[in-house]
């Protein structure tokens, strides 16, 4: 229990920074505003490029860990897209928002740290594989199925242009492809290229965390609480149980295993906020749902460590 405290309640204390600046009139609403379009759109992609660009693909591929992982991950997806819409009768663009959240674990900021602590450092193989193809599959998901949605109606090569147009503009999928590329070319980037880029990367969670705290207090969760109740229980109870059993029936390496159990047994992480800001839909429900279910896993967490030992 000391373990997650000492992981999570420094990620709560930069969130309440930012809610207590905005509340107490600190720090302007539009302040925020331009902090979240510069983790969004700058840091978070620059995060992502360093992260995929320089990790070791080949050496950390695992394909019934991916399997074990992303299984549950799309099953939630798909699960939380159809809850919203035949249970909270929401539009289907919220439905997607929605389903996002529940597709996005907060597989670096949570799972990194509590994996190395729970395991130790020669444990996080898998979640470094998880980590390498979580960004691209999530988003790539996310946008085209969102696109679709916002696009219903059109012709196929209409819409396939559109889908193309969303994820080819995206700072985020520009982010993660120029990763992969200086990654899969062996592209040694200049010295002060890397420096610059590690300066914006140290910012980039700091940044989105305090942005966060300043969004919760302008989107409250009034009338949305079944909603976020059903994220918090796709994210941290049902994408965990599907890892759980398909990773036993694919007889997953122990470390493995316990790798892609927890993350997909952490919170959603801020990028669920991220994708529903950037398309102006569920914000509320997705801005509470990642505080309220990082608050929540102080306890499912523990379970899951109990769980898979």
Not at 52 to 65: G, T, Y
Not at 92 to 100: H, K, L, M, R, Y
Request: hydrophobic letters at 55%; proline letters at 4%; one cysteine or more.
């Amino acid at each position: 229990m000391q373990t997650l405290l000492d992981v999570i309640l420094p990620v709560f204390l930069v969130i309440g920074f930012g809610y207590v600046a905005v509340w107490r009139g600190l720090f302007p609403v539009s302040g925020v505003d331009g902090i979240m379009k510069f983790a969004q759109n700058f840091a978070v992609p620059c995060l992502l490029f360093q992260a995929i660009a320089h990790i070791d693909i080949s050496a950390s591929f695992s394909p019934r860990l991916l399997i074990s992982f992303y299984t549950g991950a799309a099953i939630c997806f798909a699960l939380g897209i159809a809850g919203a819409r035949l249970l909270f009768k929401r539009d289907w663009e919220d439905c997607v928002a929605i389903g996002f959240c529940c597709l996005f674990s907060n597989s670096v900021l949570l799972g990194l740290p509590i994996s190395e602590r729970a395991y130790g450092a020669d444990a996080l193989t898998g979640n470094y594989a998880i980590i390498a193809f979580h960004s691209p599959f999530c988003y790539g998901l996310g946008i085209t199925v969102m696109e679709i949605v916002r696009n219903r109606g059109q012709s196929t090569g209409r819409l396939v242009r559109s889908v193309g147009r969303a994820m080819f503009r995206n700072a985020l999928v520009i982010g993660l492809a120029a990763g992969f590329v200086v990654n899969l070319t062996g592209i040694t980037l200049p010295g002060v290229v890397e420096d610059a880029l590690s300066l914006i990367v140290r910012a980039a969670l700091p940044a989105a965390l305090f942005a966060l705290g300043g969004v919760l207090i302008q989107y409250k969760p009034e009338g949305d609480m079944k909603a976020i109740a059903m994220v918090c229980v796709f994210s941290l109870l049902v994408h965990p149980a599907i890892t759980w059993t398909t990773g036993s029936a694919l007889q997953l390496d122990q470390d493995l295993f316990r790798s892609a159990v927890l993350t997909a047994a952490m919170a959603p992480g801020f990028n669920a906020y991220i994708f529903a800001n950037m398309y102006g839909r569920a914000r509320r429900v997705a801005a509470s749902a990642v505080l309220i279910a990082t608050a929540s896993s102080i306890l499912t967490v523990w379970f899951w460590l109990a769980v898979i030992g």
